[in-house]
């Protein structure tokens, strides 16, 4: 790399393939299917694919190491040696080590794992104390400059940067061990710098956050150290998703040579900027198209703001507003959507043509690019969805309280103490998945599919009865994602054929675009519940996704705030909830495990928008008489920080991930006053580990002692969709039997 970025960068790229290479490689070396050498061959074409397209599109800085198995902030704990002894003592090889760390394996579980920042992304908690010994490890880093460098390319390797690195960790004041984890940096870029690498980006996103006067100070710190090193690369810190506030005149006070800031999320940064006083010497990368959404970019207005940061920088780079991991690879790939949709729409590749497009545009001129998209078609519109939300009143989100919806449903129910359940979802088999590709082909008709469906809604069935759980589910054959799945069957969505998104590890999404007003055409799961039901006398769930996590795991049109877009979907809900009550279904799960991860990361900014993402969900619930009982899902999120919107949401059982983190949720809900039922997960189904029949018990005895039993439910993690019949079946006998056990204490 020159001494200098050019014009044009992207912060990250996706790493899954345009057809979800790397996902179908990863899960073949887990089942056995390939070894380590095709797994990393599959690694290595992927990663060369990227950087030719980027190269090719004339992008003139290219990041690497932004590749990963799994998690990049994994990536970076292997980095600098935060592997916890639990993993290190297993005596497997690095590749089995690290996979160990994501999934867990035989009795160790993995580490936790949580939402990065406001996205939809999924990443490792690393586990960080007194005792962690770090220690300099940049073989990744180097192999994959070496990588490009042997196909002509030249680029910046990426990492997490220390500050947010710890920031992001738990463990006993992870922060205070900055000053020896910036030691081990300095000798990672000494290597990089020793190997030719002129150039490298640390990511800082952690302070676009509220942070302590002591935090911010931490940054500067870490800066001024490794920017004061004589033999490194120069160094570009990145921040993203949001406005770095007081965090910046900190940054800036340090030598680096290089910053990123995200003018999209966070507009506020140009005048913190402006008022930062002359920046000689420093390269400022304008985080100019959106990287977390798939609107195209409006240019003129882009290349404008680009020219308001170039009066301010001596050089100036266009860049994406974060990394572009958070879109789908390629329009081009998509030949169904509508064209007045399409004309609107940029995926990666195409955000990279307009980065690079704005790099020249704010060096040259403004007058070579296209005028402003027309406003949003009338058709998009509903009016009669306006009209009905406008004569919403505080009725339509308010239920009788909940000492009287208890005993109403517990007269109907007539539930046990510690009554056992799952989240919804069963395993996603090849088969399942087959008979959805046939009918999409044609291969099978409807009637057919249906009755294919329904004999795996028996067998979920008649598997639930025989294991013994007291609240049964129909386990959603028929879905493909909890979200797309109505999307499909809502106006003003559109679904992509090859718009995916990685999550976490290999789970990969295709979210739904939501371009116009929210319309439900028809029920969307009375059908199924019903046919569950009608298999049994127990109590079949209707399961529905929350309006906040329909929004948080879509692409949601712009040109209206959230908080409409949300109650129109709310409003669809709640239609569907008078629909499955009138049906005989007795209890109706809403799931918003999205709620946390939607939450602005300014404090200032966040009641805000608990109060719409609240009255969302109250406008989709209230409607259903006291007896029905309504269930809620959230999962892995710092559920801290919205524990009192929790409460707010009046469901009437909550379950929420709790396993990974040691039932930690239970003292936050205890210190709020939480009065109604709980299921904290006692199974972590993100790992292939078969929890045995003491450690269940032992949650819920943890469970108990925060909890009063009558209250408690007992409940896996999340949805069973990724996990095989054998693992569930094993563990759901495991959660049944320590239920009873713990029932009879």
């Known amino acids: 790399m020159s001494t200098a970025f050019g014009q044009s960068t992207v912060l990250g790229y996706p790493r899954i393939g345009g057809n979800r290479e790397l996902k179908k490689a990863v899960e073949a070396y887990w089942a056995g299917k390939i070894d380590a050498d095709a797994l990393a061959s599959t690694a290595a074409g992927l990663r060369a694919e990227v950087w030719q397209t980027l190269r090719d599109a004339g992008l003139s800085a290219i990041p690497s190491n932004t590749f990963s198995y799994y998690d990049h902030v994994l990536d970076t704990a292997v980095a600098v040696g935060a592997i916890p002894t639990r993993f290190t003592r297993l005596g497997l090889s690095e590749l089995d080590t690290y996979f160990a760390m994501a999934r867990g394996v035989d009795?160790?579980?993995?580490?936790?794992?949580?939402?990065?920042?406001?996205?939809?992304?999924?990443y490792l908690v690393p586990e960080i104390g007194p005792d962690t010994i770090f220690a300099a490890?940049?073989?990744?880093?180097?192999?994959?400059v070496a990588e490009a460098a042997d196909l002509g390319i030249t680029t910046r390797p990426v990492l997490v940067g220390p500050a947010t690195f710890l920031l992001l960790a738990k463990g006993e004041d992870p922060f205070a061990r900055l000053?020896?984890?910036?030691?081990?940096?300095?000798?990672?870029?000494?290597?990089?710098?020793?190997?030719?690498?002129?150039?490298?980006?640390?990511?800082?996103?952690?302070?676009?956050?509220?942070?302590?006067?002591?935090?911010?100070?931490?940054?500067?710190?870490?800066?001024?150290?490794?920017?004061?090193?004589?033999?490194?690369?120069?160094?570009?810190?990145?921040?993203?998703?949001?406005?770095?506030?007081?965090?910046?005149?900190?940054?800036?006070?340090?030598?680096?040579?290089?910053?990123?800031?995200?003018l999209v999320a966070g507009p506020g940064n140009l005048d913190r900027l402006a008022a930062a006083g002359p920046l000689a010497g420093r390269t400022i990368v304008a985080g100019l198209v959106d990287g977390h959404n798939i609107w195209r970019t409006d240019l003129r207005a882009a290349a404008t703001l680009g020219g308001r940061v170039a009066a301010l920088a001596d050089h100036v780079v266009v860049s994406t507003s974060c990394s572009?991991?958070?879109?789908?690879?390629?329009?081009?790939?998509?030949?169904?959507l509508e064209p007045q949709l399409y004309s609107r729409l940029a995926f990666a590749r195409q955000k990279v043509d307009e980065v690079v497009t704005l790099g020249t545009a704010v060096r040259n001129g403004t007058g070579e690019l296209p005028a402003p998209l027309p406003p949003v078609p009338p058709a998009w519109r509903h009016d009669a969805v306006r009209a009905r939300l406008a004569e919403l009143g505080p009725q339509d989100r308010r239920r009788a309280d909940y000492a009287t919806r208890a005993a109403a449903q517990q007269a109907r129910l007539n539930l046990p103490e510690l009554p056992t359940t799952t989240i919804g979802s069963f395993p996603q088999t090849t088969e399942l998945r087959k008979a959805r590709a046939e009918l999409r082909t044609g291969a099978v008709d409807w009637p057919g599919y249906v009755e294919r469906m329904r004999a795996e809604v028996e067998h979920v069935i008649r598997l639930q009865e025989e294991l013994g759980l007291d609240v049964l589910v129909h386990g959603e054959p028929e879905r493909n994602d909890m979200v797309q799945y109505f999307g499909e069957q809502l106006d003003g969505f559109a679904a992509t054929e090859h718009g995916w998104v990685q999550s976490y590890g290999s789970r990969c999404v295709r979210p739904p675009i939501i371009y116009g007003d929210v319309a439900r055409k028809a029920p969307m799961t009375v059908e199924w519940s019903t046919y569950a039901q009608s298999?049994?006398?127990?109590?079949?769930?209707?399961?529905?996704?929350?309006?906040?996590?329909i929004l948080a795991w879509s692409f949601v049109r712009t040109d209206q705030p959230l908080a409409d877009t949300a109650d129109q979907v709310a409003l669809a809900l709640r239609d569907e909830c008078a629909d499955l009550e009138a049906a005989g279904i007795k209890v109706i799960q809403v799931d918003e495990p999205a709620l946390r991860e939607t939450l602005p990361l300014r404090k200032a900014e966040q009641k805000a928008y608990l109060d719409w993402a609240v009255g969302a969900?109250?406008?989709?619930?209230?409607?259903?008489?006291?007896?029905?009982?309504?269930?809620?899902?959230?999962?892995?999120?710092?559920?801290?920080?919205?524990?009192?919107?929790?409460?707010?949401?009046?469901a009437d059982v909550t379950s929420i991930e709790a396993s990974r983190s040691k039932m930690e949720v239970l003292d936050d809900l205890a210190a709020i006053g939480y009065g109604r039922g709980v299921g904290p997960g006692v199974w972590d189904i993100h790992s292939p580990r078969v929890p045995s029949h003491d450690e269940v018990v032992e949650s819920l005895r943890r469970a108990v002692a925060a909890v009063p039993a009558r209250r408690l439910w007992v409940n896996p993690d999340c949805g069973l969709k990724t996990r095989g019949y054998a693992e569930v079946e094993a563990s759901l006998r495991h959660l049944v039997a320590a239920a009873a056990e713990v029932r009879g204490i």
């Not at 809620?632 to 009046?650: K, M, N, P, Q, R």
């Open 137 to 144: 490890n940049p073989v990744k880093a180097l192999s994959e």
């Open 107 to 122: 009795a160790e579980p993995a580490l936790e794992l949580t939402k990065w920042f406001d996205t939809n992304y999924h």
């Open 535 to 549: 298999l049994t006398h127990k109590p079949v769930k209707g399961m529905l996704t929350g309006p906040v996590t």
């Open 179 to 262: 000053d020896d984890l910036v030691d081990v940096y300095a000798q990672i870029l000494a290597v990089l710098a020793a190997s030719g690498v002129a150039w490298v980006q640390l990511d800082e996103p952690a302070y676009v956050a509220d942070r302590t006067p002591e935090e911010i100070d931490g940054l500067r710190r870490a800066y001024r150290r490794l920017g004061e090193l004589t033999d490194r690369p120069r160094l570009f810190v990145a921040t993203y998703f949001g406005e770095l506030g007081d965090a910046l005149p900190a940054l800036l006070d340090t030598p680096v040579e290089a910053v990123g800031l995200d």
């Open 324 to 336: 572009l991991l958070h879109v789908p690879v390629d329009l081009a790939a998509e030949q169904d």
């Open 617 to 650: 969900f109250r406008l989709a619930t209230s409607g259903v008489a006291d007896d029905t009982q309504v269930h809620t899902h959230l999962c892995y999120s710092e559920f801290g920080e919205v524990i009192t919107a929790i409460d707010a949401l009046d």
